[in-house]
């Protein structure tokens, strides 16, 4: 039932980009964003609602592909401060509360 | 300014002596969850409280237990803490709206077990 992300694991150098994505067996109502940073909670980046959204600030940007029960999430000309681990959090229906957490992605963007 | 504030950061206990780890919003928020995170793993939901109503998550063990005395407040009991258990502790809460689910986390407890 976890969501599957992909890469596991990613080394960029600052002002590259990156893709990282989460599949679900489930069908999707939501899709979070979450990045966290070690020994820190995590962060709330954003959220995609079904019926195909796009979501984007600064740099860093999403897609929610309902059909194919996945979501992607896009970093463009990366920064050291994009450093940490990406989250995907899948809500599987209206008002259930839960979020069921992605494997995880670690992003380490190095000088 | 924290909005999700977990009490003690860290918290070293011993096998099997009871512990209590605390959690409080200043967000008014309805919902709080108590998640346990293992290295390199993601969160994983141990029970949330929709108002008063506790839902437990079906593989949370029994060790596990839960008090939300007021909205502000939640506390994660473990009656008789292994060594498998020490782990990132995570509270979070949310404003249910539909289809806005988004959580807000605190800093977490990181729990160690002797």
């Known amino acids: 039932q976890q969501p599957v992300q992909s890469p596991q694991a990613v080394i960029l150098r600052e002002g590259e980009d990156a893709v990282i994505n989460c599949s679900s067996s489930?069908?999707?109502?939501?899709v979070h964003w979450y990045r966290q940073k070690h020994g820190e909670a995590p962060v709330f980046l954003m959220i995609l609602l079904k019926g195909g959204e796009q979501k984007g600030h600064d740099k860093i940007s999403a897609s929610f592909n309902e059909k194919k029960q996945q979501s992607s999430l896009y970093l463009t000309a990366s920064q050291l401060s994009y450093s940490g681990t990406y989250f995907c959090?899948?809500?599987?229906?209206?008002?259930?509360?839960?979020?069921?957490f992605g494997t995880g992605t670690r992003l380490t963007v190095i000088p | 300014d924290a909005m999700v504030i977990q009490n003690p950061r860290y918290q070293v206990t011993q096998f099997g002596k009871p512990v209590t780890l605390s959690c409080s919003q200043t967000?008014?928020?309805?919902?709080m969850y108590w998640y346990q995170q293992k290295s390199s793993q993601a969160p994983k939901l141990l029970f949330h409280?929709?108002?008063?109503?506790?839902?437990n998550e079906a593989d949370t063990p029994d060790n596990f237990q839960s008090r939300r005395p007021n909205t502000s407040f939640c506390f994660l009991d473990i009656r008789s803490p292994g060594l498998g258990d020490a782990a990132m502790y995570l509270c979070?809460?949310?404003?249910?709206?539909?289809?806005?689910?988004?959580?807000?986390f605190g800093a977490g407890t990181r729990l160690s077990v002797l």
């Open positions: 489930k069908a999707l109502y939501s």
């Open positions: 409280y929709y108002d008063k109503d506790f839902n």
């Open positions: 959090g899948t809500e599987w229906q209206t008002g259930a509360n839960n979020l069921f």
């Open positions: 979070a809460t949310s404003r249910t709206r539909q289809g806005q689910n988004i959580q807000y």
């Open positions: 967000l008014n928020h309805n919902v």
